[in-house]
Every structure is written in C-alpha cells, then in structure tokens.
C-alpha cells in the first residue's frame, strides 16, 4: 500500500512513496544498532553541537518546513512555521541542559563510593502522530540523541515528506547516518519491530488504540513503553475569573491546529452565575474566525487533516445533536451546508459550540478532534470538579478563578498529567508532559522525559 502526501485542503493527492521492503527495514535497523556502538561514546558536547546545528538549520528554513507541514496535514502556516520554531527552541534545550540532567549523583551509603549513573538503552523506535508533524518528532529525538540513544521514526503516512525532511535535517546537521532514520512503513509492521531485539524501547504518542496495540506488543517483549494518547481536557471557569481573558484564552486553547490537538481545551465547564455573559461572548469571538485556505496568513482554521478524522467528528456531533444537544454554531461539514464553496472539496469544519449536553451522550467520555466547544453549566466548584474527573482522560486541565482557596482545590484535585491556572494547557521543554487514566502514560520533556530511555544504573563500590 502506497504512503502518500494528499493536501486536506483540496482532497488531492500529490506525491506517493513505495514503502520500504523488508530487505531495505532490515538495512535500517542494521545500521542503528551499529551506528549506537559508537554513537553512545560520543560526548555530551559533541552531541549539543549536531543538536545546535539542527536548530539552526529548522530557524534558518522555518517558512518552507511550515509550507510542508501546512501542505501535508492543513495546519494555518502561520502556527505551522510557529511549530518549526518550537523545535529548535527543544533542541537548543537539551543541548544546554542534558549533561547537568544526566550527571552522575553521588549516594552515601556504606560503600566507599555510590552513586547513580544514567546510560542510553540503545534503538528507540518512535511512532509518531500528523498533528504536529515536527514537534511530536524533535520532542521525542533531542533527549533521545543527547542521552546517547539512537532512533527509528514511524510517521503517519499522511505525513511522510514531513518525515523524511527530519531525518535529512538530523543528518545535514552532523548526527551520524545510522542515529535517526525515518521508516517509511504501514502501522501493521510495528508490531514485528518490536519483536526485534536490537530494539530497546518504544514511545507512541497517537490514539488511545494505537497506544493499546503498542502497549501490547511491547509488554509480550518486556520492552519500556511512553504513550502520549488522546485527551478531553476540561477548562473550568469560576465567577471570579477576568472573564474577557478566559474567553479569549478559550478560544485559542481550542482551536490551535483547527482543534486538532490532545491538549486543546474541549469540554468548558462554566459556574452557572457567569454561564450566559461567557457563552455569549465565546459565539462572538468564534463567529469572527475566518475558516479556509491554510497558505494564507488571515486564516484561522485549515481544514482537519484527513477524511477519517472529518467523518468521525462529523459522527459524533450528530450523536449528541440527536441525543438533545444544540449546536450554537456549525454542527455540520461544508460539504453538507456548502457543497458549491471551494471548502466543500477539503475536509472543512466550522466553528461550532454544543450546549445542552445529556448525560451519557459522547461529549462525555470521547475527545472531539476538531473546532468543536463542548458548553457545560454547574453550580458551583465541587460540579466542576466533579464533571472534569468523570472522564476516561487526564491529559491537560485549565481552571480560572482569582480565590485562592479554589485555585488550591483545583491544583491538587483535577486529575490530569498538567493543571493550569489561569493560562492555556501547552507544553514546555522546560516542563514535564503526559497524562494519567486512558491519556497514557510515562512523560516527555525536561529532566523526567530524558530519563525515560536511560538505564538508570546503580553502581556500589567498596
């Protein structure tokens, strides 16, 4: 089956690629178990210098990155070039901060000398999701290439000039040929990569099934896994937030990449006392954003990034609309509603906010991968709280109110791998990033990310 670029935008296919065969993925993995016997002795310094250099090969081509990006999964290339940035902003981190996070500790105990020491485990093999087609990939390769690792890359298919224009930046940047490399491969051949002994570990970040398939595999092997999967985060609003910022805020937090994000805000939680003046404001602001071609610098909103991701969305809006729910705005594809625009030929979405949401309806326990608000009113914090834990995931949680007493309850209550006050969940190279519950598990980023593909080695000497 070929692996294709096809732009949402217009639902044409642009460039296809065969797929590696077996003798070729064999080639791949020869060469990064080979190319880890010598790459785990390079030193930290030499390492920052290749990093330092990739960063500055994605700051100095940052526009033609983001038109690729832009081009694959229909990010607005405005945010698409803002990701492009983001990635050299992790590789000048872990080049700065990797040898202090991976310095040996020292230990008292009853030897004459004890400390813990932190080696590379080898060939990590990183499934990676279309979303974000370079942050999910330079967040996973800076810690693993500056803890001594080497990687192998399973982009999405719809994304594989993204994938393969990684690897090249990897290598113009100095990292030797075999210490990241991009398989251009089906999902049904992971799970036989994971058998391979030369592989160590693997980290998925993608849906809740593919993290499940993943997990599996790994867990018949007794291989380290790190799931980034789906998410429905909750963004509390209390009456004693600045409303005009939280609405503001709401907006942004989740219609970043046409709210195709697992972070992006998706069920707003709102005190009854504030509910009307917010909603009214959110319609406003959500009737201003202008949807359609994402090479333009005045779009907000691209098209989703597949027919899949546009169907399934499509499905469940209609599902709570059938169960009760009412659609504010939008609610259906342009293709339905406008089926003469030039949107109707992509997979377009409208802006749209669900109110009136029953019980037991999918906004309740599934995550809504596109520009859809899910509206809830409660009474007070405790219904807040309440109905932010009630779901399967526990990603990211933002909660707005100015009273201290509630700001502690909601820090040390939500369940979620990130709580937020008064700001938009996002992630930090500075900061850990995961989740808990059916968000996955295992975390990326800072001191705690890079540790998660070392052996983290006791050693006692008397």
């Not at 096809?6 to 460039?15: F, R």
């Not at 390079?42 to 250099?53: K, N, V, Y």
């Not at 404001?281 to 597949?306: F, H, I, N, R, S």
Request: with cysteine; aromatic share 8%.
């Amino acid at each position: 089956m070929a692996i294709a670029t096809l732009n949402p935008a217009t639902g044409e296919v642009l460039k296809t690629f065969t797929p590696l065969s077996d003798a070729e993925l064999e080639a791949k993995l020869t060469a990064a178990a080979t190319t880890f016997e010598t790459y785990r002795h390079t030193s930290f310094e030499q390492r920052a210098t290749w990093l330092r250099a990739a960063a500055a090969i994605l700051e100095r081509d940052r526009e033609a990155y983001g038109q690729l990006i832009t081009l694959e999964m229909g990010k607005p290339l405005k945010a698409a070039i803002a990701e492009v940035e983001k990635c050299a902003l992790v590789c000048r981190f872990y080049a700065d901060e990797a040898a202090r996070m991976l310095a040996d500790v020292p230990i008292a105990t009853d030897a004459s000398q004890s400390f813990v020491c932190y080696q590379p485990l080898g060939v990590i093999l990183a499934v990676m999701p279309w979303n974000f087609p370079f942050w999910q990939v330079f967040r996973f390769a800076a810690p693993a290439l500056m803890a001594g690792n080497v990687g192998l890359l399973k982009h999405a298919s719809n994304v594989p000039q993204c994938a393969l224009a990684i690897a090249d930046i990897l290598a113009a940047a100095g990292f030797p040929a075999g210490a990241f490399q991009t398989l251009l491969i089906g999902a049904d051949r992971v799970a036989p990569l994971i058998a391979d002994e030369r592989i160590k570990a693997a980290t998925l970040t993608g849906s809740e099934p593919a993290g499940a398939s993943l997990a599996q595999a790994a867990g018949k092997n007794l291989k380290k896994t790190v799931l980034e999967l789906g998410g429905s985060d909750p963004f509390i609003v209390m009456p004693s937030a600045d409303l005009e910022t939280a609405v503001a805020t709401a907006v942004t937090a989740r219609m970043i990449n046409t709210g195709q994000s697992c972070i992006a805000a998706k069920r707003f939680i709102v005190a009854e006392a504030i509910a009307d003046e917010f909603e009214q404001k959110l319609l406003a602001k959500y009737q201003t954003l202008k949807v359609g071609d994402p090479m333009l610098p005045e779009t907000d909103l691209g098209p989703l990034a597949t027919a899949t991701i546009l169907a399934d969305l499509d499905r469940l809006v209609k599902a709570c609309l059938q169960q009760g729910a009412t659609a504010l705005c939008g609610g259906q594809p342009y293709a339905q509603t406008h089926p003469d625009s030039p949107l109707a030929k992509g997979y377009f979405y409208p802006p749209t906010i669900l109110t009136n949401l029953p019980v037991g309806c999918p906004a309740y326990d599934e995550e809504f991968f596109g520009p859809v608000a899910l509206l809830f009113r409660v009474p007070d914090l405790d219904s807040a709280i309440g109905l932010a834990n009630c779901s399967p995931y526990g990603l990211g949680a933002s909660a707005w109110t100015q009273v201290p007493s509630e700001v502690e309850r909601c820090l040390r209550e939500l369940e979620a791998g990130s709580v937020f006050i008064n700001g938009m969940v996002k992630s930090d190279p500075r900061l850990p990033f995961g989740g808990i519950k059916r968000s996955g598990y295992g975390r990326e980023l800072s001191r705690e990310g890079i540790l998660e593909f070392v052996n983290i080695k006791t050693v006692w000497i008397r």
